[in-house]
């Protein structure tokens, strides 16, 4: 019996077909579901995914966008005034601005200042965290005008805070009122 | 070999290919790296302005 004779004689035994059939049916769908199905689903599953991490992505980039987008329209509404926080602490101490705002408080109220001094300055700063200059002034005057006077110098834009005030009486003023000598230190602020 | 080896052979490497393509696809969607978000778009936090500060130093002086 030649080979021919025997693979007629195997293929018309219905056993024999029956397994056939099954084998070839399992081997080639192993061979698609391998080189096929899996790099077809591993692509589309590995998109998906990408697909939800990059949703994650853009929810937070979305998020920082809109903050931004809040904070320049507040900006917007109040940029003619942001000079007025470069005046209440501007970048770097200006003592000579200082210097003339306090002279013009003394005019205005009508003190005389006989002392001025400005303490130690330190010009290394980061420019992040408000520093601080001290003024040391000795103001004369009547009670009345030394009040105004630091009235006056609390009214004005640059930030300053009193650190020590100390009230002396000298007797009578020249319109007969009580004559007081000041002594101010004031503490100035700047970036 | 005989054919009925021969079956359990092809589902065995069916079953073995099944499995492992459900594994693979497992680890695709569960391991995969997520995209960084840049740390300074991630910090970005919602301000607030105080305008009432603007106010008050618009009161004063500049002298």
Redesign the interface.
């Known amino acids: 019996m030649n080979t021919k004779d025997l693979i007629l004689k195997l293929t018309q035994d219905t056993k024999v077909k029956d397994y056939s059939y099954a084998i070839l049916f399992f081997l080639i769908s192993s061979f698609f579901a391998w080189f096929v199905i899996k790099p077809v689903l591993g692509i589309a599953f590995s998109l998906d995914r990408q697909k939800k991490d990059l949703l994650v992505v853009d929810a937070v980039y979305e998020k920082s966008l809109n903050e931004l987008i809040d904070t320049q329209s507040k900006l917007e509404l109040i940029r003619d005034r942001v000079r007025l926080l470069d005046e209440a602490l501007p970048a770097g101490p200006q003592t000579q601005s200082v210097l003339i705002s306090m002279q013009s408080a003394a005019a205005k109220t009508g003190v005389s200042m006989s002392k001025i001094s400005i303490a130690r300055i330190n010009l290394k700063t980061k420019g992040t965290t408000a520093e601080t200059f001290s003024v040391n002034a000795q103001i004369d005057g009547s009670f009345a005008q030394a009040q105004s006077f630091i009235r006056e110098l609390m009214n004005q834009r640059r930030i300053k805070t009193i650190k020590d005030l100390r009230l002396i009486s000298v007797g009578a003023s020249e319109q007969s009122l009580p004559a007081v000598r000041v002594n101010v230190v004031v503490d100035v602020a700047y970036l | 070999m005989k054919?009925?080896e021969?079956?359990i052979i092809?589902?065995t490497?069916?079953i073995t290919?099944?499995t492992?393509?459900v594994a693979?696809?497992y680890h695709?969607?569960t391991t995969?790296k997520?995209?960084p978000?840049e740390a300074s778009?991630?910090t970005?936090?919602?301000?607030t302005?105080d305008?009432s500060v603007?106010d008050i130093?618009?009161a004063?002086?500049?002298?």
């Open positions: 054919q009925k021969l079956l092809s589902v490497v069916f290919i099944i492992w393509i693979d696809i695709i969607s995969q997520i995209v978000v778009m991630a970005v936090k919602k301000t302005i305008t603007l130093l618009q004063k002086t500049n002298e």
